[in-house]
C-alpha cells in the first residue's frame, strides 16, 4: 500500500498533462508499473523459496548445437521463452523453447521429433515452432509479445520490427490493458486466487513493453 500511494502522489504530480486522456494514460502506466514492482518482489522470494534444478544456458547450447547439427542452414531462429526465458524458472518449470525454420513441413517436424527425443529433461520440453511465412504474417499486436518474450539463442528476432506499427502496438496495449481490468475485477469477485494474480502481473509487464517500444 505505501508503495502504491506513492506511485499514485508521483502520478498526480507528473507535469505535462494537458488533458484528462493523458492523466490517465499516466495513471495507468504508474499503475502497471505498481503491478510489476509486485511481481519482482514476489519473484524474489519464490526463487529465495526454491528455484531451477537445472541449469538452462547448458541445456540450451547443447540443444542449439543438436539443431544445427540436424538442420543446419535451414534454421532462422532458436529462442527461450516462458519463465525460463524471465529467469523465474521453479523445479516444475516447463522449457518453453522457440523454433523458427526458413520453411517448415511435416518432414520438418518429424525429424524435429527425433532430436526432441534425444534431449535431456524432454519430459519439460515444449514451446512454439512455425515457418518464418507463418509467423510474418501474424498479427503485430501478437507479434510484439513474441518479440520482447522470446531471448534469441541463435538467429536474430529485428525483422519482426517492421511487422510491429503503431497502429498494432496501440491496439495491443488497449487489448492487454483491458484483459487485466476484467481479469482484475473477476478475481477479487469470484476466483480469489493466487495464480490468476501472477498471471496478471505477467500480463501488465508486456503492457509496459508495448508502452515504451510505442514511444
Known sequence: RARFSQICCAAAAA??????????????????????????????????????DMDIRVWMQEFVK???????????????????????????????????WKTCDMETLERYAQV?????????????????????????????????????WLGSLELLRDKITADTVQRGIHRGVCDIYHACVHNLLHEKSDAVLREGYKSAVFVIQAIFFLR
Open 116 to 152: 526432441m527425443a534425444t534431449l535431456p529433461e524432454r519430459e519439460k520440453l515444449c514451446g512454439f515452432v512455425s515457418g518464418l511465412d507463418e509467423l510474418l504474417h501474424w498479427d503485430g499486436a501478437d507479434l510484439l509479445s513474441f518479440y520482447y518474450d522470446t531471448t534469441p
Open 15 to 52: 507535469d505535462g498533462l494537458e488533458s484528462l486522456e493523458e492523466h490517465t494514460v499516466k495513471s495507468l502506466f504508474f499503475a502497471i508499473s505498481f503491478l510489476a514492482v509486485v511481481f519482482v518482489d514476489r519473484l524474489w522470494h519464490m526463487r529465495k523459496e526454491g528455484g531451477m
Open 66 to 100: 543438436r539443431m544445427e547439427a540436424v538442420f543446419g542452414e535451414e534454421l532462422w531462429l532458436i529462442g527461450l521463452q516462458g519463465s525460463y526465458g524471465r529467469q523465474e524458472a521453479t523445479a516444475e518449470s516447463d522449457i518453453d523453447v522457440v523454433v523458427i
